[in-house]
C-alpha cells in the first residue's frame, strides 16, 4: 500500500499570501497519478487536480499542482477568502487507492 | 451538470447490514468507472471500492474485504454497496465518486453502527 503523507498539518495563512501544501508517497506513484481534492465542512470533497499537475474544469488557475514520483505539491499563488478548507492528495495509480491525511488551511 | 445521489444510510446494530444506492444522471453512467469513499466523523477520506465500467472488475480496501460488495445497474444507472457484518469503525459517511480520479462526487449518506 502507497501511504500519502502530508505536510504541513495545519497551514496558516492571510488572503492573499502563497500557500505551499505538500504530499509525499512511501513509493513512487505511476504514472503521476496523483490527484488533490478540497472539502469544506459539512460538503462532498471537490477535484482540483488530477495527473499531478492538470487542472479540474472550473477550478481557478491560481490552484496548480506540481511533482512526479514521491514528492508532490499543491500551490494557491493567492490565497483567497473561499480557499480556506482541508485539502487532501489521494493517489489512482495502485490498489489500494490512498488519501493523505489532509492539510487544514486556515485563516492567520 | 452530473449528479450522483446517494440513499439508504442509517442506524444499524452491529453484525447487521445495509445496502446503499447511488443514482447517477447527466452523464453516460455505463462508461465510467465508478468508486465509493467513506469519512469517519472529524477524520480523513478513505477509500472503499471501485468497479469498473461493466461490473466485471471490481477492488476493495483490505478493512471491508468479505464485507462489502459493490455493483451496478447500468440500465438503471445506479451504484450499490451491499454492507454486512458491520462494525461501530464502519460509521461514517459514505460517498460515491466518479471515475479513477474522483470529478464527480454525491453528497453522502450517513451510516452509524451503533447497538
Known amino acids: 500500500e502507497i501511504v500519502l503523507t502530508q505536510s504541513p498539518g495545519t497551514l496558516s495563512l492571510s488572503p492573499g499570501e502563497r500557500a505551499t501544501l505538500s504530499c509525499r508517497a512511501s513509493?513512487?506513484?505511476?504514472?503521476?497519478?496523483l490527484a488533490w481534492y478540497q472539502q469544506k465542512p459539512g460538503q462532498a470533497p471537490r477535484l482540483l487536480i488530477f495527473?499531478?499537475?492538470s487542472r479540474a474544469t472550473g477550478i481557478p488557475d491560481r490552484f496548480s499542482g506540481s511533482g512526479s514520483g514521491t514528492d508532490f505539491t499543491l500551490t494557491i499563488s493567492r490565497v483567497e477568502p473561499e480557499d480556506f478548507a482541508v485539502y487532501y492528495c489521494?493517489?489512482?495509480?495502485?490498489?489500494?487507492?490512498?488519501f493523505g491525511q489532509g492539510t487544514k488551511l486556515e485563516i492567520k | 451538470e452530473v449528479q450522483l445521489v446517494e440513499s439508504g444510510g442509517g442506524l444499524v446494530q452491529p453484525g447487521g447490514s445495509l445496502r446503499l444506492s447511488c443514482a447517477a444522471s447527466?452523464?453516460?453512467?455505463?462508461?465510467?468507472?465508478m468508486n465509493w469513499v467513506r469519512q469517519g466523523p472529524g477524520k480523513g477520506l478513505v477509500w472503499v471500492s471501485r468497479i469498473n465500467s461493466d461490473g466485471s472488475i471490481t477492488s476493495y480496501a483490505d478493512s471491508v474485504k468479505g464485507r462489502f460488495t459493490i455493483s451496478r445497474d447500468n440500465a438503471k444507472n445506479t451504484l450499490f454497496l451491499q454492507m454486512n457484518s458491520l462494525r461501530a469503525e464502519d460509521t461514517a459517511v459514505y460517498y460515491c465518486?466518479?471515475?479513477?480520479?474522483?470529478?464527480?462526487w454525491g453528497q453522502g449518506t450517513l451510516v452509524t453502527v451503533s447497538s
Open positions: 513509493q513512487s506513484v505511476s504514472s503521476s497519478y
Open positions: 465518486a466518479r471515475g479513477h480520479y474522483h470529478d464527480s
Open positions: 447527466r452523464f453516460t453512467f455505463s462508461s465510467y468507472w
Open positions: 495527473g499531478a499537475s
Open positions: 489521494q493517489q489512482y495509480g495502485s490498489l489500494p487507492v490512498t
